[in-house]
């Protein structure tokens, strides 16, 4: 029988576990996960993060995403929904809506859809 400090350490290390979806790998499915997630690769499907997803320069994401903190450097199109802050770098593309508490835009990044701020985004 697990104590309950042999579970609180396996908890802290699936919320700080980091996933990558490497570059040249296709994803077709949802992803949802308690710790991080990278996408470099390609994902047709919705990714749901309880902490962070960032998404590389060379990613494509054919669906939503949903997450605490989201980054995103590559193309997305769906919905976004984002508790907290979502990073546009100026590579990034996004086809879709967003919902987000906090939105920082660097120059060059494309949004083609609708942006929602506030308490919309939980």
């Known amino acids: 029988?697990?104590?309950?400090?042999?579970?609180?350490?396996?908890t802290t290390e699936m919320v700080t576990s980091s996933n990558l979806v490497a570059a040249?790998?296709?994803?077709?499915?949802?992803?949802?996960?308690?710790g991080n997630i990278r996408v470099e690769g390609t994902v047709e499907?919705?990714?749901e993060s309880q902490n962070k997803i960032i998404v590389?320069?060379?990613?494509?994401?054919?669906g939503n995403l949903s997450a605490k903190e989201i980054e995103i450097a590559g193309h997305v199109k769906g919905e976004i929904r984002c508790s907290g802050?979502?990073?546009?770098?100026k590579t990034a593309v996004i086809l879709g809506d967003i919902y987000t508490?906090?939105?920082?835009?660097?120059?060059?990044?494309?949004?083609?859809?609708?942006?929602?701020?506030?308490?919309q985004a939980d």
């Open 101 to 119: 508490k906090k939105l920082i835009i660097e120059n060059g990044a494309e949004l083609n859809g609708k942006c929602n701020m506030g308490n």
């Open 45 to 47: 499907g919705s990714l």
């Open 56 to 62: 590389g320069d060379s990613a494509e994401v054919h």
């Open 1 to 10: 029988m697990a104590s309950n400090k042999e579970e609180k350490l396996r």
């Open 24 to 34: 040249g790998t296709v994803i077709v499915g949802n992803i949802a996960t308690p």
């Open 85 to 89: 802050a979502l990073f546009l770098k």
